[in-house]
């Protein structure tokens, strides 16, 4: 099958577009740098904010996955859903069969968060234009990369001891990144899986002060917490952009979605999709072990900079 998909350079859609070369798909990895992409399938170019690239890039597929998102920019609610209209009309034009879109977790009855809200909208704008859209929706996604996972490990890394504030005590259903791939991979075989909405997570249910716990557990580090219940969203956002890499903007969308309770409710996908998803503590561990490979390459392609520098002298 003929597949598309957008943020194929990203933390799901690299590991995605790999997955699915490997199950025999023809890729296309759509990117606004089609020569530097270097992952897997053949890169194609495209811009959720350019509608003619997308239909040139959707052209001859059969199915596309819908990852990609401006939760890092002011206005990301205005631009997440023009880009979702423009997909939904070009995948309609170019005969698409099946968008695949991964969203975010939280009952819809819930004071949602407008980082949720806005997944919740461009769930509704990908099948506009009546194109099957099959919904997978997800809380925190752990592995290495991943915005919300190196926000949780670089808290633990820095802090010893942390002033934190009531989000901490926020239930959610942390899931391996390898998991959601597999899930996302997984629906596309299943036509009982097109139009539907799946809620995917981890066999635990945690809250972020037990999620933090556990990473400091796993690196045998003591963490020291003192709950604030009136540090503001605005206070925590600039607080995690002094402590950690995530900048003001993308803290204050994350912080305000871990307000909402975000579990599973419905785990139909568990029919669709059968398999045991891994614990927190072995997701948890996969993360770590890869950013540890991935800093020893790096090292090795210094260190052999460094040697043939040397060499040339």
């Known amino acids: 099958m003929r597949i598309l998909v957008t943020g194929a350079s990203g933390f799901v859609g690299s590991r995605l577009a790999t997955a699915l070369d490997e199950a025999g798909h023809g890729v296309r990895a759509m990117t606004r740098r089609p020569e530097g992409y270097g992952g897997a399938g053949t890169p194609v170019p495209g811009d959720v904010g350019d509608e003619e690239s997308l239909r040139t890039a959707l052209e001859g597929c059969e199915a596309a996955y819908y990852l990609v998102h401006s939760l890092g920019d002011a206005d990301f609610e205005r631009k997440d859903a023009d880009a979702a209209r423009a997909f939904a009309r070009a995948a309609a034009a170019a005969g698409v069969a099946r968008i695949v879109y991964l969203g975010g977790l ?6 949602l968060s407008r980082h949720l809200r806005s997944r919740r909208e ?28 190196e926000m949780t490990r670089q808290l633990v890394a820095h802090l010893p001891a942390m002033v934190t504030p009531r989000w901490v005590h926020t239930r959610t259903q942390p899931i391996a990144v390898a998991d959601v791939v597999r899930y996302l991979v997984g629906v596309l075989d299943a036509p009982e899986a097109a139009g539907r909405v799946f809620e995917v997570g981890g066999p635990e249910v945690l809250t972020y002060l037990q999620m933090l716990t556990r990473v400091a557990d796993i690196q045998n580090r003591h963490l020291f917490v003192v709950p604030v219940p009136l540090l503001s969203p605005q206070l925590s956002s600039r607080w995690l952009a002094l402590v950690t890499d995530v900048d003001v903007a993308t803290g204050r969308s994350l912080i305000d979605s871990m307000a909402v309770e975000v579990v599973v409710t419905d785990d ?7 398999f045991d998803p891994v614990d927190y503590d072995e997701m948890v561990m996969a993360a770590l072990v890869e950013r ?8 090795g392609q210094k260190r052999g900079g460094w040697l043939s520098r040397g060499a040339r002298r």
């Not at 939280?106 to 004071?111: A, C, E, F, I, L």
């Not at 509704?124 to 996972?149: D, F, K, N, Q």
């Not at 139909?268 to 059968?274: E, K, L, M, N, Y």
């Not at 540890?292 to 090292?299: K, N």
Request: charged residues 25%.
């Open 106 to 111: 939280g009952r819809d009855g819930d004071q």
């Open 122 to 149: 461009v769930e509704r704008l990908l099948g506009e234009t009546g194109v099957p859209v099959t919904v997978l929706r997800a809380g925190i996604v752990v592995g290495h990369g991943g915005v919300s996972w």
């Open 268 to 274: 139909g996908i568990r029919s669709v999709v059968p």
């Open 292 to 299: 540890a490979r991935e800093r020893r390459q790096e090292i």
